[in-house]
């Protein structure tokens, strides 16, 4: 199947098929539910055999292709293309005060604008302060989008600011790729309202 940005992910229809529960109950099923959306979604646009993983840290569930890992093992040829990538992430908004370690993202692949260029930042796919962590969690992301500069960016700022307000807010983010790099085109950002709105929003990359 060719990759495309088209395959997102039927949240509202998701969410439809739980509508007469309460709200606790649809986040459940949510949880239950998008990793396997994540992981159906994330086969169509990967031609490469996969080695699908779950971390955990603080109330995020993080789904990643270790694909390093067959290369290692000899399961798989080496390829200078194919890198090991997030298939999803999703849980519930946690405030953290604590400073980021600033060492261990500076390693992430060395200086950011001589390794990724000058529009793009490391990117967080959970920020730090609403409970994110670093290693699998960061990526190479759109600097404008990170860091709130144009109009798209501004939306996915209070995106994270209102995760961050409204603590224990159920929340996802889903990259979407066009190439075996672990950089994704698009990220699929989402969260539901105290009100037990679904708030979708693609961010391109």
Not at 115 to 121: C, E, I, N, R, V
Not at 167 to 177: D, E, G
Request: with cysteine.
């Amino acid at each position: 199947m060719p990759r495309s940005l088209s395959l997102d992910t039927p949240y509202q229809a998701l969410l439809a098929s739980v509508e007469n529960l309460n709200q606790e109950a649809r986040i459940a099923f949510l949880l239950e539910e998008l990793p396997h959306q994540f992981h159906e979604k994330y086969l169509l646009m990967t031609d490469h055999p996969t080695n699908l993983c779950r971390y955990f840290f603080n109330k995020f569930e993080y789904i990643y292709d270790d694909y390093s890992q067959l290369k290692v093992t000899g399961a798989v040829p080496v390829s200078p293309t194919i890198e090991s990538r997030v298939v999803g992430v999703l849980g519930r908004s946690v405030p953290t005060p604590a400073k980021r370690d600033a060492s261990r993202l500076q390693g992430w692949v060395g200086g950011t604008e001589k390794y990724l260029g000058m529009d793009t930042d490391k990117g967080h796919f959970i920020a730090h302060r609403i409970g994110g962590g670093l290693e699998v969690n960061i990526f190479a992301q759109r600097r404008d989008i990170n860091r709130g500069w144009s109009e798209r960016g501004k939306v996915f700022r209070s995106m994270e600011r209102y995760c961050g307000q409204h603590p224990n807010t159920f929340c996802f983010n889903r990259p979407i790729y066009v190439d075996e790099t672990s950089r994704p085109a698009a990220i699929e950002f989402g969260l539901m309202k105290i009100s037990g709105e679904l708030w979708v929003e693609k961010f391109d990359n």
